[in-house]
């Protein structure tokens, strides 16, 4: 099921025919991004692009770069390697709801489940493609972060960022495994920010470290199975190791290989892998980065990545992808997540039928939430619910709406349901630290919109007026009258 490489990846968008090749040179400084921008703005998301000749600082680049990879319904469904996102969110439901098998098809059922979570443990291996070439930088020698192909993505951006950095790390206590997806500002030839924000796990892993006093081992891949970046940016819990959750998505071990200058294991079929550490106390500026948000994030201070090694496949593509005003590749690797994760948040909340994040609300801003409602102010108990969860906290606005109206169909979404008085509730959560709204940083308010029927109980004296619904029977007629008419 699984890529052997990046590039197998690519070879498949190309047979898709979801692949453009440019083999004209184009400038890493900007030119690529406003190539990716355009085509991320084409309808449904335009074609993933290879750069074959990019351009850094006048000199033509050894590695090629890949954009928009991800960035249509398709695209995504191909990086995961089946035909719709629905399987994987069918095959979650399936492994939650196991119960004993009570017949054969079941149990057949069951017994295949059990040999795709046992594809999900890792295993070790010696010789890695992503150390074909090594270059340790205690060495000496030319080779840095110069010669990669890193872009400007934005005019006011403070420099070039790395923007899809699969960061691994370790909890020091624990010793387990995170690797999230935060973007890195190359400083220069040996040195980049380390942005993981204030709640995500990379930060929490580094504040172990400063307290202890200790360098923080940090590896960085970049490439491979494109299955790793999308487990990097999936909100999973913190604790729950993303490589797992990528062994499990991809039905095949991911084979690890030991770093050459630090301890950790990396994916051995990566593109790149920079090798480095975070130090305790060292932060330094980081930004203006042109964000998700449609906006520059202002300069803040984040931890520093001191490089240590790089190694590389020979034939190495630099993947990337670029953030701005909606919409863009990160949309459609957020809607997956969605999608995939609809059966855990069922499995929370039993109420819960459909959700949805459009494309809109820039991530988390906007949650349109669909519900089969029972009793009073169940609305309310699903935006608690929802804010209590991971990254959910994040979600500005929630929109809980009744179970026949589609979430996906924003003119569905009506809010002719409410009474804002009596249907809203304003609270006070962490905010999203990109989110320049709030007055104070990582802290603000979410508002909840009860867009449900009202029900005894809920402080609605009337009788709730009947939705618009034509009878089966002029439908039929009417079908039948407009297939004669063509
Ligand atoms: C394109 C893209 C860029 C991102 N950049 C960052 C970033 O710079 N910093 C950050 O904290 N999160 C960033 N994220 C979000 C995290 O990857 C996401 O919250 C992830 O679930 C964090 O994993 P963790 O819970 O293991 O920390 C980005 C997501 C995407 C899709
Ligand atoms: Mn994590």
């Known amino acids: 099921m699984a890529y052997r490489s990046f590039r197998s990846f690519l070879d498949a968008l190309d047979q898709a025919g979801e692949l453009k090749r440019i083999a004209v040179p184009v400038d890493t400084d900007l030119l690529i991004a406003e190539w990716a921008d355009r085509e991320m703005k084409s309808p449904g998301g335009g074609k993933a692009v290879l750069f074959e000749q990019p351009v850094i600082d006048g000199k033509k680049s050894e590695f090629p770069v890949a954009i928009n990879t991800m960035g249509s319904h398709r695209r995504m469904a ?21 119960k004993p098998p009570t017949d054969l098809r079941e149990g057949w059922n069951l017994f295949k489940q059990g040999i795709h979570l046992l594809h999900a443990r890792p295993k070790s291996v010696r010789d890695a493609p992503c150390q074909e070439v090594v270059h340790r930088i205690e060495n000496g020698g030319d080779f840095s972060l110069d010669h990669l192909p890193v872009l ?8 070039r960022f790395i923007t899809l950095a699969n960061v691994h790390t370790l909890d020091p206590e624990s010793g387990a495994r995170n690797v999230g997806l935060y973007r890195m500002q190359v400083y220069d030839r040996h040195t980049t920010g380390m942005h993981w924000q204030l709640h995500k796990v990379g930060a929490r892993h580094g504040k172990r470290y400063y307290e202890r006093g200790e360098r923080m081992p940090v590896a960085v891949t970049l490439g491979g199975d494109p299955v790793y970046t999308f487990a990097a940016t999936a909100p999973l819990p913190d604790g729950l190791d993303e490589l797992l959750f990528a062994g499990f998505l991809r039905r095949k071990s991911i084979e690890l290989v030991r770093c050459k200058t630090i301890d950790l294991e990396v994916p051995a079929d990566v593109d ?10 060292e932060l330094r500026p980081e930004g203006p980065f042109g964000d998700h948000t449609g906006y520059y994030t202002a300069i803040e201070d984040y931890p520093v990545f001191h490089l240590t090694a790089i190694t ?5 593509v630099y993947p990337t992808t670029i953030v701005g005003i909606p919409p863009m590749e990160d949309y459609y690797i957020g809607d997956a997540c969605v999608r995939i994760f609809l059966p855990v948040f069922k499995m929370n909340f039993p109420e819960i039928v459909d959700m949805t994040l459009p494309a809109e609300g820039v991530f988390h801003n906007l949650v349109f939430v ?5 009793y009073p102010y169940q609305a309310f108990k699903v935006m608690h619910g929802l804010w209590g969860m991971g990254q959910m906290m994040f979600s500005k606005y929630i929109v809980v709406v009744d179970e026949d109206c589609d979430v996906h169909n924003t003119s569905e979404v009506l809010c002719a349901n409410t009474d804002p008085a009596r ?9 999203d630290s990109l989110d320049h709204a709030p007055s104070e940083q990582n802290i603000g308010s979410h508002m909840g919109f009860d867009a449900t029927r009202k ?4 402080n609605y004296h009337r009788q709730w007026p009947e939705l618009l619904k034509m009878t089966d029977e002029a ?8 297939a004669q008419a063509r």
């Open 78 to 98: 191909l990086a995961l390697k089946v035909t719709d996102i629905e399987d994987v969110a069918r095959e979650i439901q399936l492994i939650l709801k196991a």
């Open 152 to 159: 400007k993505c934005w005019p006011k951006d403070g420099g």
């Open 272 to 281: 790149f892998v920079l090798e480095g550490y975070v130090q305790p106390d």
């Open 312 to 316: 590389h496949r020979r034939d190495a």
């Open 370 to 374: 669909s519900i089969r409602k029972q």
């Open 423 to 431: 249907d809203t509730t304003v609270i006070k959560n962490p905010s």
């Open 455 to 458: 029900l005894p109980g809920e």
């Open 475 to 482: 439908r039929a007629l009417v079908d039948t009258l407009q």
